[in-house]
């Protein structure tokens, strides 16, 4: 494999930052700020770990202007080095080569239309009337069902499997695991059992997203499920029917969204927390990790719920209480009226 | 393709409904109420709803004998509207085609009955001694392990695998990526490490049993794991070694049951509710979503746990108090002692 | 299939137990105290169940010396009854043969290094300098990505999907629908999209380590994410990037351990429960179920949270009153406070 090589200089260029020592400094890769060696750049984001610049070894590291007294080495200044960080350390990425064409073990219907630029890998399966844009990338053992459409740039890493009426955008990013466009879960009750709702609507992903391990996201009953551009869901996410996720929301592991709620645009949802059916939530919530969202909520800012961890004989105690609590607050009350009357 | 067309006279004649206004109207598909055009079929179970009937630019509305005096098109007249939709939006359901007979690309063992009225998709693998029943499909990418049998017009939608030892009824519906069979969590802790406890049992998943995207059914350390008929179990549920679910259960998604729990017919388990091993849980038991079931419960009815979302800094001061609630329960008790002494 | 026989002797000698009760029974498989037939043996490991023992039809029971005088059977005596029986029931479990070689539907890189005595299932892939050591198998449709090891004698049951960077050690064991080394969930805000970081760690999983149906674990962003050896993982977990679990620690199915946390040895993480980010557990800690962790534990023990339980009307007035719990301890201090001063 031949090396990823750049100068510091070229770096602060290419970035439009200014670097401070050699920028003749040749970096080939990137490391943590304790670990990084004399040809790998680092970056110092949260002013925390400031006390880690004394002793780091690295090529260059990526600082705000604040922090570069303390850097004992080459530095790049950014105005938010986090950010610079992760374009930079994009450029020494190997992602596996992934050749154009049709894998011999692949299943394509003769419907399909697979862009000549597209990768299809191993024993990946594209079914009638799928299409497949340009420079897309299916790694080994994806399903497109029926109908679907897998946008240009995107790229399915393996195993990913799209149901039908399924289509995402360009640049689409889905890891191993993950379903899109399964059914939704919609029975309705017959006397004495139940009857399945056909999901009649499809899933819509658009541009830039990015869809984790493992999760799941159910197409529409009647319309569509929707995410909006730069929606970020982490592994084992449930994406409940009907549900509208606005743009550049952001979602943790295992969090999971109910039938038909609308989550709006710039929302944080923790790891682990749910969101009931059809309630909306306003552009730019933050939902703590595993908090429960029981009502809509039409402001911006942070919610959660939940009690805190105690060692367990306290916590014993304190739930044991919590289950008379209203109790208690009607004894408390009738202390009170007591005491006024006195 | 060609149209799925019904006159609204036929659609009351074959499901038992009345209806009024134009029997001759063409329905070829079904929509929301706001979404419906005129060949389309829409419903109006909720009242809530009653309003947008108004606007309704529907074919026809299958509603209730109440609401039919507010709807300005043909209607089908219903009890359950919701029941109603139900069955005649099956009408309109396309599902991808399956076609009889065994995919060049799969691999079935030469001890597997496979009936020659299945259909066993691309890249399925079909281990010794398995049985696939008259009807059943397999979608791409499903592997039916050693001794597994898939019960007559049964289901597995794209890469559904048994391991092993897991018995389908009929008519059974599983959606892609679950895991049935797969080694229940059996360790034995012997001084200073794990031993593993084999997995001898097998899993039985009764008649029109439906199995969401990504949910996982370990099989029993030794007797099996059992889910009886018309279990309805969504996304990405765990369902641990040994569990037995009762006839019609429905569980949303996230849900999970530890092992050896013994759940009753016609149970509501709520999104990512959890229930702890060895408990039972009587007929008709309604447990809402995020609670833990941490005791048996022995009458029907709705049970619930955890606190409500709150604003985030309202929400500190509280949980912050919860975590000396038995003291303050004991000083008030003290209060109330000095009050009564006076 | 020929049958695996023992006689209660062999089994004693083979596993340093001493039996009571004749010793030339011959014991062809394991049952429940209550299932066992008299060619099955079973065990008394909770003396809970010691009513049982009156009415066992086992051919033997492996139980404590202390319980010997109620066994109506023959019986093996053991200082920990469930660990000599783990031992005893692996001798019966029939695992799924597992040819030597590559199956013909695979697809194996040239510069994979596959070992002769491994086994490659139907339809897997192994990509480019992937190692694939002595004994280990790989059932049908796992795939090895570039760079991936394979430790001796693991086993990836079926459906497998290891991405990029992850090394497993010597006997481990992955259950379907696993993902290891998918992309870590890391984010850069840039003013109003986000930005990706790559994700250049990998991920090492030490010996004889246990991965559960559907459970995911990312690779590290940088360094890589650690399980040590002997880590038991059950179901639909998600370990997020760089986590570090240490030896012989277990997690029930659905816990989720959030960036950059570090868990101790021997610890306990019961179902669904959750530790937040770049948090530390100290060994020896156990998380009771579905608690959520949200502040590093530096002593052992045991650790709660969440509330009990309740029928939904009661719990209603208990929830409502939590949001108001803070001013309900300032009212009781102000009571306390004109209580002292009178």
């Known amino acids: 494999m031949s090396t990823i090589q750049y100068t510091v200089a070229e770096l602060a260029d290419r970035f439009g930052l200014t670097f401070k020592g050699d920028g003749a400094r040749v970096i080939d890769g990137v490391g943590t700020l304790a670990g990084a060696g004399p040809s790998q750049l680092s ?22 202007q604040e922090n570069i007294d303390d850097c004992p080495t080459a530095a790049l200044v950014a105005a938010d080095p986090y950010v610079a960080y ?32 597209a990768s299809i890998g191993p024993c990946c399966v594209v079914e009638e009337d799928a299409v497949i844009e340009d420079g897309a990338v299916l790694g080994p053992h994806c399903i497109v069902g029926t109908g679907c459409v897998v946008g240009a740039q995107s790229r399915l890493v393996a195993r990913v499997t799209l149901v039908t009426r399924v289509t995402l955008g360009k640049r689409v990013l889905v890891h191993p695991g993950a379903v899109i466009g399964s059914d939704g879960f919609g029975l309705a009750f017959d006397r004495d059992h139940w009857i399945k709702l056909p999901q009649l609507g499809g899933v819509r992903i658009g541009d830039d997203c ?56 710039y929302c944080m949802i923790g790891g682990n927390a749910g969101v009931l059916g059809h309630l909306e939530l306003a552009d730019r919530v933050t939902i703590t990790a595993k908090s429960l969202v029981t009502h809509s909520i039409r402001e911006p800012g942070e919610y959660s719920s939940g009690v805190p961890l105690q060692d367990n004989r306290q916590w014993r105690r304190n739930a044991a209480r919590f289950k008379h609590l209203d109790e208690y607050v009607r004894r408390l009350s009738a202390l009170e009226k007591d005491s006024n009357n006195e």
Chains 1, 2, 3 share one sequence.
């Not at 110092?44 to 705000?64: F, P």
């Not at 450029?91 to 239309?113: D, K, N, T, Y």
């Not at 529409?220 to 550049?248: F, K, P, S």
Request: aromatic share 4%; charged share 15%; with cysteine.
């Open 43 to 64: 970056f110092l984001s949260n002013s925390k770990y400031g006390a880690q610049l004394a002793d780091c070894r690295a090529g260059v590291v990526v600082l705000r």
């Open 210 to 265: 990015e869809i984790g391990a493992n999760t799941t996201i159910d197409r529409g009953a009647l319309d569509d499920t929707v995410l909006e551009e730069d929606v970020r869901l982490d592994n084992q996410i449930q994406i409940a029917h009907n549900v509208y996720v606005g743009a550049h929301t952001a979602m943790a592991g295992c969090a999971a969204v109910a039938g038909s709620a609308k989550i709006g645009r």
């Open 86 to 117: 992760a374009k930079i350390a994009a450029l020494f990425e190997r992602l596996p080569a992934a050749p154009v064409g049709i894998h011999a073990s692949a299943v394509v219907a003769a419907s399909a239309q697979v862009s000549p630029t």
